[in-house]
Structure formats: C-alpha cells, structure tokens
C-alpha cells in the first residue's frame, strides 16, 4: 500500500480534476471484463484437444502436451505480469495490455477455423497414415496464438481482484472493510458463474455449431471484456507504482550472498537494520545465514538508503516465511497434476452415452461442469453449515486443521483417480465385446453419468485443499505478503501442469514399440488409460507420505502458537489476580 500522505494528495487531486475516482460505479465495469475474460478464455481449453486431434492430426500424447503447456505458461505469466503492475506500468495499464493480448491470441485462433491453408487438410482420423501432420508455419500461427492468450492471462488475472480493491480502499472510507468483503464476494461468485458458462454454453455451441462460431463468439466476448473496461477510464482511481514484494526478496537474497563472507554478530544487542514501523525488531535463529542481510556495518561507503546493500529485518523475515512453506506447498502439486488431467475425460466422454433423456445430451467437455458446481456447493456448506455445527457442539468457535484439510484433499483426489482407472477399465471391455477396438469414435453402451463421481470427488479434492492452502500461506505469512498466497497456489498449478506433460511424454515413451499401442494411444481403445491412471495413484500415495513428513517437519502454525501463547497469558494474568 501507499503512504497515507500520498494516497489523499492523489485523492485532492482527483477532486480538483472535477471527476471523482473510483468508488462503487467502477465495480461493473471491472467485474464485467474478468467474467466475460474467463467466458472466453475457459470456453476455448476444455474443447481444444478435439481440436488439435481431428483439425491438426495431432496424436493425443501430442495434443495433450500441447494443451498442458499452454495451461502451464498462463499459470506462470501471472506472476510476470503481477511483477510488471506493481513495479513498472501499474494495474490499469497491464490489465488492458493483457486484454489485448487475449483478444489477439482469439482472433490468431479464430482466424485457424476460417482460412483452410492455416491447418492440415481433412482426413480420416481412424486411418492416421492417411493425415498430414501440420507443417512449420501452421504450427507457428496456432502456437502463436496460445502464447498470446497466455500473456494475456498473465495481465489479467493477477491484477483484475487488487484494481478493483483500489477503487472501494479509500482510508477516507469508514465503510471500507464491508465494501470490500462484499466485493470479494462477487467477484469469486462472478468468476465462479463464468466458468460455469463458459463450460456449458460456449462448449455448447462449439459441438452444435461448429469451430468457427464456437470460436468466434470468445473474440467477441473478449473485445467487449476490453472495451468495456477501457471505456471507465476516467473514472478509475490509479495508484502510484511502487517496490514490490518479489524485488524485496530478490534483494535479501542479493546481500546475503554478498555478505556470505560476514560473520554473525554473537551478541544478543547486536544492531540490525530496520525501519520505524518494522514489526520485528531482531531476526530470528532460522535459516540464520539470511540474517547477514541485515547487520549494521560501519564500513566505509555504506549507503543505508540503497535497498540493494542492507536490507531490513522485516525484509529478511518475510523471505524466510517464504522458504519455510516450500516444502509443504510442494506437496500439493501432485494434486494440480492430478486435476490438469482435462483431456482424457473430454475423449472418454464423446465414446459414452450421455444423453439424460431421448432428445437432451450432456457435451462431452461439460463433465467439468459437476466438479465447478462441488466447489461451490462444499464452500457454502462449509462456511453456513460445517463450521456453525461444530460450533454448537463445541459451545466455542470451531475450525477444521488447515493441515488437516489440505491432507483431505490429497486423499480424496487418490481416490477419484483410481475410480477413473476403473470406469475406463470397464468401458475399454465393453468397447471391445461391441466390435469398436479399431473405431475410437464408436459409443459404447455404457452410461456417461458414470464419470460423475469422480468429477465430484475431484471438486472436493479442490475445495478442501486449494481453499486449505490459501488460507495456510495467508496465516503464515506476514501482512506485507497475503498477496502471495493465491499467486503460490496458481504457481504450483503451473508446475502441476509442466509435470504432467512431462509424465505424460515418459509413459508413452515407455510404453510403446514393439508392435505395442502406448498407453496413452490416439485410440483410447487400444491404450491403457486405466493403468495410466492407476500409475498416477501410485504417484499420489508416495506424495501423501511425501506431504505427512513436510507437515510433521513444519511444525505448529504461527496463528497456533499466537493463540496459545494469548491463552496462557490469560490464564495467568487470572491466576494472579486470584492471588490478589
């Protein structure tokens, strides 16, 4: 945050301009371009390896890799692009240079469904021989558009929530806490509904009507996510660019290593550098080789004003709340390698029957839809039913382990992988009795409801742990730093993602030749996606020990040790006055 002197003189200033910024007016405009962004953004990746497999021939290990890739790179951007906001051009400015980006990464796609020279021409998929595989510039122009998605996403996403915070933030504003809570509240309900829409309506009407109008309404939907955001220009509030948190760290980390030669002070009175209003005076005996960016020196030449040369302790401190939760938030990317796993249903599916009655059929990418709907659901029910029942029994207020509920989400994910592995298990036998080994696009009679259950579980598997992680990094770490708690979670679904594509490359690698089909075969009918799946549950189970030793190895919470250190100075606090 600003200087308070710094942030009213922007306000006077605004005044005298005659435009008052900011404020409740700015909401819809805001909320308006971060849902009709992730419409069109979500509405395009649930769909995509259909077509990469039938427009562009790609096998499905191919496909997939690509898909995962490009899902990767728009979850590591965010972080460039938070880097970018709040050190250099401010959050407007990369809020609309990402809408642009998304806007022309749509039109590159679009324009791949309109002109025939821009992929390979049609063919039987069924006979793979008979396909050309895309050439050099077909892939460049397609490649090219997933790349400009991506950076688009990483001005947009990391930005949309704290610009909209700016507008209703005033310390004027004796409101301020409930105007944010409720803002807060409707931008994840609006984003929550996006994706909703995006996983039924747009993938509605790209199996109904086609890739060109399937992908041409995104265009449309992100030229008016730009241009509504744009046209409140003037009546947004900009604050001032200042340092970021990422620069803060990246300098302790710089005098550590220049001062790695120092030793440290053995004095418990030794002089430290801080600040007036530093929350911690002295650093603590963790990780002490940090400390040394830190100790006073008397050295010619010292400038205490260069960041670059001494660091404060409070700086010190939030790298070291950083470094601790490493190992514990690693733990959690097994979970985004299970959950980046978007394509194979959307194959597995389109083989199944999903009609719910005679006329009306479920598309084959809007399973997704059940495990967006079981986060919202567990949310409420956590929050209105869970925690005020615990509560009543209790006769206290209640809280479930965040640790615990993080593990939760580790377990259930295991298990709604391993009953993937056995729903494909039973409908590759059944593809097989009924004469479609050689016809991948043959639908069995088998029942697509049955891939509900695991969508559901994989949605709770999300809520308990997702949800768990933000709430942990936000307890842990310092104030200065909440803002990294949801940038590590999408951190480590970009790892999650990388991951994936890479054991996706190794089984296929492994598990063809020889005249052999790879497990993860263009024709699901003769791969093994079922040991595929079950090979991820493995991985899954050795995580979870993986994640009991981090958790062990961590320790008590801070917010665990605040609260009980405030209960035993209660307790004798009336232990003396009893005595009194």
Known sequence: MEDP?????????????????????????????ESFEKVASFGLSPNMIKYLMVDYHMSYARGTNVVLNWTAATNFLPFFGAFLSDSYIGRFLTIFLGSIFS????????????????????????????????????????????AF?????????????AFGADQIDSKDNAKRGRLLESFFGWFYATSIMAVMIALTGIVYIQEHYGWRVGFGVPVILMFFSTFIFVVAYP??????????????????????WKNRKLELPKSVDALWYNKNDANVTKPTDKLRFLNKACILSKSEGMTIEDPWTICTVDQVEELKALVKVIPLWSSCIMLSVLMSQITFPVVQASTMDRHITSTLEIPAASF?????????????????????????????????????RIGAGLVISIIATVIVGLVEHIRRNKAIEEGFL?????VVKMSAMWLIPHHVLYGLADGLNIIGQIEFYYHEFPKSMTSIASALYMLGSGFGHLFASIILSIVDGLTKGDGKESWVATNINKGHYDKYYWLLGIMSCINILYFVICSRAYGPRADKMVVEADHKTSDSSDERGSRN
């Open 368 to 404: 997704g839809f059940f495990t967006i709907v079981t986060i919202l659901v567990w949310v409420v029910l956590y929050d209105r039913a869970i925690i005020p029942l615990l509560s009543k029994i209790q006769g206290k207020p209640a809280h479930i382990n965040v640790k615990l």
């Open 149 to 161: 998605m991506s950076i688009g996403a990483g001005g947009v996403r990391p930005c949309s929530l």
């Open 103 to 146: 806007l022309m990464g749509m039109i590159l796609l679009w324009l791949t469904t309109m002109f025939p020279n821009t992929k390979p021409p049609p063919c039987d998929i069924r006979l793979p021989h008979s396909c050309k595989s895309p050439t050099f510039s077909q892939n460049t122009l397609l490649f090219w558009a997933f």
């Open 438 to 442: 050689n016809n991948p696009q043959g």
């Open 235 to 256: 009546l947004y509030y900009n604050m001032k660019v200042e340092k970021s948190l990422f620069t803060s760290l990246c300098q302790v980390i710089s005098v550590a």
């Open 5 to 33: 002197s710094t942030e009213k003189g922007e306000m006077k200033q605004a005044n005298s301009s005659g435009i008052r910024k900011g404020g409740l007016r700015t909401m819809p405009f805001i909320l308006a371009n």
